[in-house]
C-alpha cells in the first residue's frame, strides 16, 4: 500500500562547491533557514530533525552533528538524530523522517544533510571516502572508490559493449544541465572531445567521469496531509520508499554490471507506490561516475539491462528526452558533498514535480524516482514521489 | 498515548570489555546471534536493521558500518542504517526501530549496537570520544570528557554539598553489581576506601570515578503485538519514548548541576506512558561518570534536585533498595563500549523486567526507566518499559 501521510512541503539547497571560509555548521544553517523560515514555515513548527553526514569525524573532526547543527541552525533542544549510510546519508536520514511521520509520533520534521569536505587535502578526502569500503578487503588494502567503479565499468564495457564515449556523454550531458543551474559546482558546457581527455584517474574513468569534492547542504520539510495545506498548495506526496543492502566488499558480489541492492530497493519502492517503471515522468538518480548513473538507470527498470548507455546516446534521458535522469545536473556536475546529496535528490524531484525548476523544467512532471546509495551500492535507498495534486 | 505495538522479545550482549583478538564484526555477530538464532528468532524473520555505532570511523577506519556489520552477522541484504548521537548512539538506534514499527512498515526489527575501542591506544580513544564535544569550542582547545564531566561535579559540589565520597559509592555500588554479571568488564567489588584513591583524572573525578574503555556489542529483537507471542510468553512493551537535544557546549547552558535534555526526554516519555517517576519499579541511566548517574536520577525526577547523593548514600538506589539503579553494574563497572551501550541498557531493562536477572533481579520488576545521554547531556532518550502482562 502507498504511503498514505507524508508530504515534502519546502526544500532547498546551498551552492554546492568549493565554499571557502564557510563551515559545516554555516552551510547546514543557511540550508534549513531557506528551507523553514524563507518558505514560509516557521522553524517552531518542528517537531523533530532528521540529519545525514558521512564522515565528518575525519573531516572536520566533529561527531556527533546532529544536536550542534540543529543548534546552529536555531532549532537548539529538538530530538536531532545523525544518519548514516556512506553516500546514502542523506536518503536514510529522509526514510527515518518518513517513519516518524507516518508513525504518528510526529506532524512536521525537518530532514537535513550536510557536509565540509574542502578543508581537508583531496588524499585526506579520498582516505575519508574510502572509509565506506570494506577496512579489511577494499580500502585497507588501497582500493579506493574510483577504482571501485572502474572494475564496475569495466564489467558493463565486456558485458554490454558500453564504451568510454558512452560515459563522456552522461558527464556532457551533466554539464550541459548543471549550466542553467545556479547552485551547481559546475556551471559550464563541457564537449565530448573534452570528457574524452585522457586524464585516467582509474582506467577507464578518466576526470570527467568523476564527481568532485565539494561542500555543501540541503534541507527538506515532511508535514502530515493534515497539517501540509499550511505552507503551500503543492505538496509533494512520498508514496514509496524501499532501501536495501548487498555485501560491503565486491568480491562477495555474483553480478558486477549491477548493483543488487538497487534493483531490490526499486521494487518495493515500486510496489508500495503500485507504480512501475513506465508511470515515471523523470529519474534523479545516484551518478557520482557517470557509470553509476548508465547502471542505474537500468537497475531502477527505466532501460533493459545493458540498454542504459543506448539510452544516453540516444538523448533519452536529456532534459528535452523521454525520460530526463538527472535534469538539474547530477552530482557529477552539482557536486557531491555526500551528507548533502540523498536530500539534495529530493530537493531536485520536489522542484520538478512543483514545476518550479526553471530553465532546467523536465515536460512532465507529475511522478518521479530518486535513487540515492552508498559506498559501491552497499546501502540504496529509493523513494518515489507525486505531486499531490497529480 | 503510549505507544500500542512495540514489543522487544529478545536482548542479549556479548561479554564487556577488552576483547583482544575480537574484531567489531565479530561482536556485532555474536551478539545478533544470541537474540535471533539462540533466542529462537530466526533471522529470517528479521526485516530491517537499526545500528548503533559512535565512531568506528577514528577507531577502526570503518565507516558505512550498518550494511557491513548485518552482512557479517548473516543477514545481507536488509535495509540497514547506521544511527550516531555519541554515547546515545545506541538509544537513537532503538528510537528509529519504534518509529518503524509503529508506522506500520515493519513488523520486526534488529537493533543492535557495537564498539570496538581497544584496538587504539588510550590517547586515540580519548580524542576520538572528543569528538562527540564541540570541536570549536570544547574538545579543539582540549577539553575531553573527564574534565566536561568535572565541571558537573564541582557545580554540583558546590549547589548541593555532594562529596568526593557520595561519588565513589555509586563506584562501590555500580561494582559490587557487576561482581555477580558475568558479561561485566569489572567482576570485582571495590572498597570506598579504594574508589577513593586519589588518581585524579579531573579532580574532583578519580580512576573509579570514570567508565572505562570497552569493546562490545548488544542487540534486541522489536516486533508487533501481533508477532509477538510468536517468540516469546513475556514480551516487554515499550510505552513512552522522548528524546531531546541541547546544546553541545557546556558553555551555552545556563545551568551545570542538571542535563535539560534529560529532563526534557523524560517528561516526554512519561507523558506518553501516562506514568511518572514514582510509577518506575527501577531505572538504568546513563553512568559515564558517577556524577552523570547522581544528576541521571534527579533530572528524571526519581529523587529532587540535590537528593541523588543522599539516594546512593542511603541505600536507595542499591539492588535491594527502593529505587535499583544500574541493577547490573552500569556503564561503570559493566564497560561503555559507546555504540553498544543505549542497546545495552535495552537488554538490562529487558532481562530485569521479565525476571531473568540472576543474582541481580531487582524485587519490583513491573514497569521501568532507561535513559541514554550522549557527549555533556547535548542528546538524550529516555525510554519506559512495562511486562505486557503487568
Avoid at 161 to 178: Q, S
Avoid at 275 to 286: C, E, Q, R, S
Amino acid at each position: 500500500m502507498p504511503l498514505k501521510n507524508t508530504n515534502i512541503v519546502s526544500a532547498a539547497q546551498t551552492k554546492f562547491g568549493k565554499l571557502e571560509g564557510v563551515t559545516l555548521r554555516e552551510m547546514f544553517a543557511e540550508a534549513v533557514d531557506k528551507a523553514t523560515t524563507q518558505a514560509g514555515v516557521p522553524k517552531e513548527d518542528i517537531q523533530a530533525a532528521f540529519i545525514g553526514t558521512f564522515i565528518p569525524e575525519m573531516l572536520v573532526h566533529q561527531g556527533h552533528t546532529a544536536p550542534l547543527l540543529l543548534d546552529y541552525a536555531g532549532m537548539r533542544g529538538l530530538p536531532a538524530t545523525r544518519h548514516e549510510a556512506a553516500c546514502a546519508s542523506g536518503a536514510t536520514a529522509l526514510r527515518a523522517a518518513i517513519m516518524a511521520i507516518e508513525s504518528g509520533l510526529y506532524d512536521t520534521v525537518l530532514v537535513a544533510g550536510a557536509e565540509k569536505m574542502t578543508s581537508v587535502s583531496t588524499n585526506r578526502a579520498t582516505e575519508a571516502l574510502a572509509a565506506a569500503a570494506d577496512d579489511e578487503f577494499e580500502s585497507g588494502i588501497g582500493l579506493t572508490f574510483p577504482g571501485v567503479f572502474a572494475i564496475a565499468a569495466v564489467a558493463h564495457m565486456q558485458e554490454y559493449g558500453t564504451t568510454e564515449e558512452d560515459m563522456a556523454l552522461v558527464a556532457v550531458k551533466a554539464h550541459k544541465n548543471a549550466s542553467t543551474n545556479p547552485l551547481a559546482q559546475f556551471q559550464k558546457e563541457i564537449t565530448l572531445e573534452k570528457a574524452l581527455t585522457p586524464r585516467y584517474i582509474a582506467w577507464p574513468l578518466k576526470l570527467f567521469d568523476c564527481s568532485p569534492i565539494s561542500d555543501g547542504a540541503a534541507a527538506l520539510v515532511l508535514t502530515s496531509n493534515e497539517k501540509a495545506k499550511q505552507y503551500t498548495d503543492t505538496p509533494v506526496r512520498i508514496i514509496g520508499t524501499g532501501q536495501a543492502s548487498a555485501s560491503m566488499n565486491l568480491c562477495d558480489r555474483t553480478v558486477l554490471t549491477s548493483f543488487e541492492a538497487s534493483v531490490k530497493a526499486s521494487r518495493i519502492a515500486y510496489d508500495m507506490a503500485g507504480l512501475g517503471p513506465k508511470d515515471m515522468d523523470f529519474a534523479v538518480v545516484h551518478d557520482c561516475f557517470t557509470i553509476a548513473e548508465i547502471i542505474a538507470t537500468e537497475d531502477l527498470g527505466l532501460f533493459e539491462p545493458g540498454e542504459g548507455a543506448r539510452a544516453v546516446r540516444e538523448g533519452v534521458t536529456a532534459l528535452d528526452g523521454d525520460m530526463p535522469v538527472n535534469p538539474m545536473g547530477g552530482l557529477k556536475a552539482v557536486g557531491h558533498p555526500v551528507g548533502a546529496t540523498g536530500v539534495k535528490q529530493a530537493v531536485v524531484v520536489y522542484r520538478e514535480l512543483i514545476g518550479e525548476a526553471g530553465p532546467n523544467q523536465v515536460p512532465r512532471h507529475d511522478t518521479a524516482i530518486m535513487h540515492n546509495f552508498g559506498g559501491t551500492g552497499a546501502t540504496c535507498v529509493v523513494n518515489i514521489m507525486r505531486r499531490a495534486d497529480a
